[in-house]
């Protein structure tokens, strides 16, 4: 079969990848055209990152093709990708931080004197000749570790040039991008693409793609929707593609009552563990009796937010009340004991310890307490016989009091999460990603209890990647980016705009309006 | 109560650069100096040795990181301090003397330091590619028997040392297939491996060569004599007749150093122990990598054993290293993962042991005590490294290819 | 997690902490798997005696007429002493040693195992934190040093307050040598086990010192000999089985049993235990619980610590009575307790059945009561050397086998439920 320059340089058919338990990429078509920036988008889970690994030989496909330059090809190892001239951006960067710019992009590929020694001259001298063809102002000799996260971006994509790759693909770059950062990234992918590269640019930022694809496709729960050229794409339209028409889980819930401040978050700032600032001078309130849901891209601080609100993680500066008592930097256990509730998202890790048994787990807070124990001497009856009130009050299937909880499903164990938190009787309690990798029926279950946590007079944080749940759940939302609240909406705001405001669009009109 | 100590020991070890533990040694060295001196005047030899010592070692620590200036000056100022306070306590004694006790001091030295030497870089190797070696004990061991063993029945000492690495890269290739194949973990292994040598290397012994022993006149690893500077004054005791395997780790030091920092294998292995994950994706095998490096690690400390058995001492005891493996572990933590530093590490574990030969005609038992300087001064070292910035990063994970 | 990360992030999960590894491995394996690693390891050993041309069976069998296990086996009727009165009732086994060779060496093993316990139990405790603590040894020697300089002193005192305050003081010295490790494990994160090894030897040494010629600790009535001051009468242990001067079966034994006991209890009836639980199985979720990994890591070892030196106090006033340069050098009693905890899987019963394991197998293989024509006892000793590093090897690669083993099963039972690796989710 010729090549003609009509031939994809790349071509995916019906590419299939199964995890256990879940279908990431159902049977995917994909082309790249020679010289375009195509733009895979789609929400968190949406088999993304997935398609590209197994392009690029990290994963193996359960079903499917792929063609380079029109010829089939299997792809088994990373090796065998950049041997076919592809070259992959990850979201982690693989980089050795105590190594410099030039080690990192020739390893594996190093110039030699005399087949025995580093030629690390040349490598520079290389380095130095990319950089500049591609205008990147990279300095060979720094350490990885000692430039910023842009320019180690730029680091990566230089490895790629270096093997001869001529296509690259990017997994969402611009996550650990600030906006400067961001638009010079664009600016390196425009000339690139002039010079011939064929880019893939994965992303679920509906601005950034329409700024820079030629061609989207849209990927929604591991299936792809549709193509779409730049010309006539809007971010509405767009956004309707990523969320679709699926059943959303709305629930049933009566209006709220919101009561007095529970709550209470003023002026906070957060540094992140590489000292930046993370939570720039948030404030918040959360009434008696409201759901209060904080809607963002991950990334945006919600993290660092939790951890501060939680005690894990010292207030740079700011205010934390709970119930009118001021818990700013006290530890964690006084902040379980002052009231607080805290579901953490990721039950597995923070949540939960697996190999305790269930009663262990639920007394993970109050084992120092009575009934559980008396002067430092447990009192398992007690605490068994607590569990097992509260395995049932909760449904927990898959086991007993004296069950392990690495033996439960995903959506039991949080319900043992749910049931140790709320049994607790908190004043707040903040739910990050309740529902994450669970499925359909605990989610109904963890929804409607929250609700009824709500009606019972707490406080409820919810933090959520899920627009639906955010949506489906709160009285107030709050939209979180880059460390700031940028928005407050009510319950009926639209999907689109919710999603406008969470990936940071829309704002340049307001702000345009503003100083108008 | 135990959090805020420990937050406040956390708070206060972050502040001490290197830089401080230079200006540190450079005030011990000079105390210890100032102590032989009028009016102070002290007759007993302890204070100006045991200072300048502890100034020589924080030296050698700022040295390997980063602070060379200071470092240097440090070592220089320990080293005087030592030699300064011996002469000064031993005023009555003739020039010559000292001078003789001193050459005799520093070719003992190089003969106790090198086993460590070789048992060090062997370490650096499995170390840097990600994989803990403690083992380096039990390595050493069997090659000193094998060695003695096989020098003995083949009647050459160049077999000898053949067998002796051979037997090294045989528990190394264990110690590789349990940590890297089956993933389990490293230090549980190595534990195994450093039993296994001793109990086999016993075995053997005792099965062989009974209560007598070994023979006396097994084929030993030449010496190296050089008969052009065995005059030369100072020099000449020193270096003059050193044995072929003391020679042979120089050479290593230099080897080794141009292999892990100047070439591609080496820039290899240091990615596989960083950072395995990116190591893989741009096509290095981190297994085989692995094997290659522990193996390596295996036939040095053999070597490193192999010298001590038919080069240094002439015959085989049951447990003859008696820790020297973890000493060189030391050394090379000391050393900062790095050929030279471990090296110069080595040197001072080595002045140790041999000053202890020396230091019974001083002072008694103090001797035995000084001893234990080496794991005190490790101890410190260790404590003094944070988080992940010093050894490999990815040390002591086994990795799974997906 | 937050996306803005420079250092590359572990690949989640995948490697569970120790104590969740042997875990996982003892509910999966049961009572099958130590056996079997046991046997296993026996029977390499054997092979390494055929292939030196010596008889396997021969010396196995000889060994184990040495360990006095046999004991358990003579069944008959005889009679044995109730305590504190001078009757006696029927017993199945016979009790007099001067009758029954198998006693009298059941006596010597339970004798040799009752340090092992201690120390077994020194490295269990350590590793149900999460902690390797390979420091047994130098544990033991602290606490057997100030239990001999203790035993040795205050003459007048009465026998009860004696053997207390050496045992307790042994106990605080043992505590305090692991908390060093431990502390700097909380504070800095210095590995335990390059502290703990250090710390072995500067013991070493410091014995070394103490006993030697000048040292402190030396005895005063024979200037000579490296050893130290005899512990006197009053502080020694009460022999309960055996005869006072042929080295019997002293209490020490049967504090053994109270150790594991008191192992037992703590880890799993106090909120201490419950602690140290937790931050070994997952130090994440304990620190999200407002546990402090920090503080129980120090005493997490200084605990253990605390039972090693018991051990070396035990063996002190039970039955050595003295501590010289050689028992220092020569001593392995912290190294074996590896072995013994790690067969044992680290529980009160798997490190007791452990202990009598390796005292039988260093009691047999003894050069009293092994028959040199038959397999010298010298060969034996390196055997038993042999036989634990195999232990450990295989203790080491069947967690991995069982661990793979439980996650098929898993698999296959549940129904389906979202990957648990970030990574595969996106």
């Known amino acids: ?516 | ?402 | 997690m937050s996306e803005r990360q420079t250092t590359p992030d572990p690949p989640p999960g995948e490697v569970p902490s120790p104590a969740a590894r042997f875990a996982l491995f003892q509910r999966a394996g049961g009572i099958a798997a130590p056996i079997l690693t046991a046997i296993l390891a026996f029977f390499i050993g054997g092979i390494v005696v055929a292939v030196t041309g010596h008889n396997p069976i021969t010396t196995y069998r000889e060994i184990f007429n040495g360990t006095g296990l046999s004991w358990f086996f003579e069944v008959g009727s005889h009679q044995v002493g109730l305590p504190w009165s001078d009757a006696s009732i029927w017993f199945p086994w016979n009790v007099n040693d001067a009758e029954s060779e198998a006693a009298f060496n059941l006596q010597q093993t339970l004798l040799s195992a009752t340090p092992l316990i201690f120390t077994g139990l020194a490295v269990a405790f350590a590793f149900r934190c999460g902690l390797f603590n390979i420091g047994g040894q130098g544990q033991y020697i602290v606490g057997a040093m100030v239990a001999v300089w203790v035993g040795s002193s205050w003459a007048g005192l009465a026998s009860g307050l004696h053997i207390f305050l050496a045992i307790a003081l042994a106990a605080l010295a043992g505590a305090l040598w692991a908390g060093i490790a431990g502390f700097l494990k909380a504070a800095v994160g210095a590995h335990e086990v390059i502290t703990t090894i250090m710390l072995n030897w500067i013991a070493y040494w410091i014995g070394n010192y103490a006993f030697g010629q000048g040292g402190p600790l030396q005895n005063k009535v024979n200037e000579s000999v490296p050893v130290s001051s005899d512990v006197v009468q009053n502080a020694k242990l009460p022999i309960l089985w055996g005869d006072p001067l042929l080295q019997g079966l002293h209490m020490g034994f049967l504090l053994a049993l109270a150790a594991l006991v008191a192992y037992w209890a703590i880890l799993n009836r106090t909120t201490l235990g419950y602690e140290v639980r937790a931050v070994g199985f997952s130090p994440e979720a304990a620190r999200y619980s407002g546990i402090s990994v920090a503080r129980n890591y120090f005493l997490a070892m200084a605990i253990a610590g605390l039972f090693a030196g018991i051990g070396g106090a035990c063996d002190i006033l039970g039955w050595q009575f003295r501590l010289g340069v050689i028992d220092v050098q020569n001593s392995q009693i912290g190294f074996i307790g590896i072995a013994v905890a790690l067969l044992g899987r680290n529980t009160a019963i798997g490190v007791g059945l452990s202990a009598l394991l390796f005292g039988a197998l260093l009691n047999g293989t003894s050069t009293r009561n092994l028959d040199p024509e038959v397999f010298q006892p010298e060969l034996a000793g390196n055997l038993t050397l042999m036989i634990q590093a195999l232990v450990l090897l295989f203790v080491g690669a069947d967690i991995l086998i069982l661990w793979l083993f439980s996650r098929f099963r898993r698999l296959r039972r549940l129904p389906p439920a979202a990957p648990t690796t970030p990574e595969a989710a996106t």
């Open chain 1, 1 to 516: 079969m010729s090549v003609t320059p009509e031939t994809p340089v790349l071509e995916l058919r019906g590419m299939t990848k199964r995890f256990p338990g879940v279908l990431a990429n159902d049977h995917v078509d994909f082309d790249l055209k020679r010289g375009e920036v195509h733009a895979l988008l789609g929400e968190n889970g949406a088999g993304k990152s997935t398609l590209m690994n197994v392009l690029y030989g990290l994963y193996h496909p359960d079903e499917g093709e792929i063609l380079v330059n029109g010829e089939p090809v299997r792809i088994h190892s990373p090796r065998e990708a950049i041997d076919r001239g592809i070259g992959m951006v990850h979201q982690h960067f693989m980089l050795i931080p105590v190594m410099t710019v030039a080690e990192n992009i020739v390893l594996a590929a190093e110039p030699t004197h005399a087949g025995v020694f580093l030629d690390l001259d040349e490598a520079v001298d290389k380095v130095e000749e990319l950089s500049r063809a591609f205008n990147f102002r990279i300095d060979p000799h720094a350490k990885v570790r000692d430039i910023t996260v842009g320019q180690q971006q730029r680091v990566e994509i230089l490895k790629a040039l270096f093997r001869g790759a001529d296509i690259l693909i990017l997994d969402e770059p611009t996550a650990v991008l600030t906006p400067q950062e961001a638009d010079e990234l664009f600016g390196i992918l425009k000339t690139l693409q002039r010079e011939g590269m064929s880019i893939i640019f994965i992303s679920h930022k509906l601005r950034e793609v329409l700024e820079i694809a030629d061609r989207i496709t849209v990927l929604r729960r591991g299936k792809k929707i549709e193509t779409v050229p730049r010309e006539g794409a809007t971010e509405a339209g767009l956004a309707r593609l990523m969320v679709g028409r699926d059943v959303l889980l709305r629930v049933d819930k009566s209006p709220p009552h919101p009561g007095e401040v529970l709550l209470d978050v003023d002026a906070l700032s957060v540094l992140d563990d590489r000292e930046l600032e993370a939570v720039k001078g948030i404030s918040l309130k959360v009434h008696e009796g409201e759901i209060v849901g904080i809607a963002g891209v991950d990334g945006n601080g919600q993290t660092e937010l939790i951890d501060a609100l939680t005690g894990l993680r010292p207030a740079q500066s700011g205010r934390v009340t709970v119930g009118g008592r001021d818990v700013t930097n006290e530890s964690a256990r006084e902040h379980l004991d002052e009231g607080l509730g805290h579901i953490p998202q990721d039950r597995l890790r923070h949540g939960l310890v697996l190999e305790f048994s269930l009663a262990e787990n639920l007394a993970l807070h109050d084992y120092r307490k009575e009934p559980n124990s008396r002067w430092g001497w447990l009192r398992p009856g007690r605490i068994i016989s607590w569990a097992r009130g509260l395995l049932q009050e909760f449904d927990v299937r898959g086991g007993g009091p004296q069950t392990h909880a690495s033996s439960l499903s995903g959506g039991n164990q949080q319900k043992v999460v749910i049931a140790r938190e709320v049994s607790r009787d908190p004043r707040v309690l903040i739910a990050a990603q309740p529902t994450r990798g669970l499925d359909v029926g605990a989610i109904e279950f963890v929804h409607r209890r929250l609700v009824e946590e709500r009606d019972e007079g707490r406080a409820v944080l919810l933090i959520s990647l899920e627009i639906d749940e955010v949506l489906s759940l709160s009285d107030r939302i709050l939209v979180m980016y880059e460390g700031e609240i940028v928005a407050e909406f009510t319950p009926d705001v639209s999907e689109q705009e919710l999603g406008i405001a969470m990936t940071g669009g829309g704002r340049e009109e307001a702000e345009a309006t503003a100083t108008a």
């Open chain 2, 1 to 402: 109560m135990i959090d805020q100590a420990a937050t406040r020991t956390y708070t206060w070890v972050k502040i001490i650069h290197p830089r401080s533990i230079a200006i540190a040694g450079i005030v011990v060295s000079a105390l210890g100096f100032w102590f032989v001196l009028p009016p102070l005047t002290q007759r007993t030899i302890l204070w100006p040795v045991a200072l300048g010592f502890l100034g020589v070692a924080a030296g050698i620590w700022a040295v390997t990181r980063g602070e060379r200036r200071l470092g240097w000056i440090a070592v220089g100022l320990g080293i005087a301090s030592m030699g300064l306070g011996i002469l000064a306590t031993n005023s009555s004694v003739g020039h010559l003397d000292s001078v003789v006790v001193w050459s005799a001091l520093f070719a003992s030295m190089l003969r106790y330091a090198t086993p460590l030497t070789y048992a060090a870089i062997g370490g650096m190797f499995s170390e840097r590619s990600g994989v803990v070696n403690i083992a380096l004990e039990g390595m050493m061991l069997s090659g000193a028997f094998f060695a003695i063993l096989a020098a003995e029945k083949l009647d050459s000492w160049v077999l000898g040392v053949l067998a002796g690495a051979a037997a090294g890269a045989g528990l190394a290739l264990i110690h590789a297939f349990f940590c890297i194949q089956l993933r389990s973990d490293q230090i549980v292994i190595g534990t195994a491996i450093n039993f296994l040598a001793l109990g086999l290397t016993g075995y053997l012994f005792v099965d062989v060569y009974g209560e007598l022993g070994t023979p006396a006149d097994i084929p030993r690893i030449p010496d190296v004599t050089l008969p052009a500077i065995s005059d030369w004054y100072f020099i000449g005791p020193v270096l003059g007749q050193l044995n072929l395997m003391i020679w042979l780790s120089f050479v290593l030091l230099i080897v080794s150093y141009l292999v892990m920092f100047r070439t591609p294998i080496g820039l290899r292995i240091r990615s596989v122990g960083e950072h395995p994950r990116a190591a893989d994706t741009v096509g290095i095998s981190v297994y085989r990598t692995r094997y290659a490096s522990v193996v390596t690690s295996g036939i040095l400390a053999a070597l490193g054993g192999a010298y001590l058995s038919i080069g240094f001492v002439g015959s085989f005891n049951e447990n003859m290293t008696a820790g020297r493996g973890f000493i060189a572990l030391a050394a090379l933590i000391f050393g900062a993962w790095r050929p030279f530093g471990a090296f110069a590490a080595a040197l001072l574990f080595g002045f140790s042991s041999a000053l202890a030969q020396r230091l019974p005609e001083y002072s008694g038992s103090a001797a035995t005590l000084f001893q234990a300087l080496p794991y005190v001064l490790t101890l410190i070292a260790v404590a003094g490294v944070i988080g992940r910035s010093i050894p490999p990063a990815a040390i002591g994970r086994p990795y799974a290819k997906q």
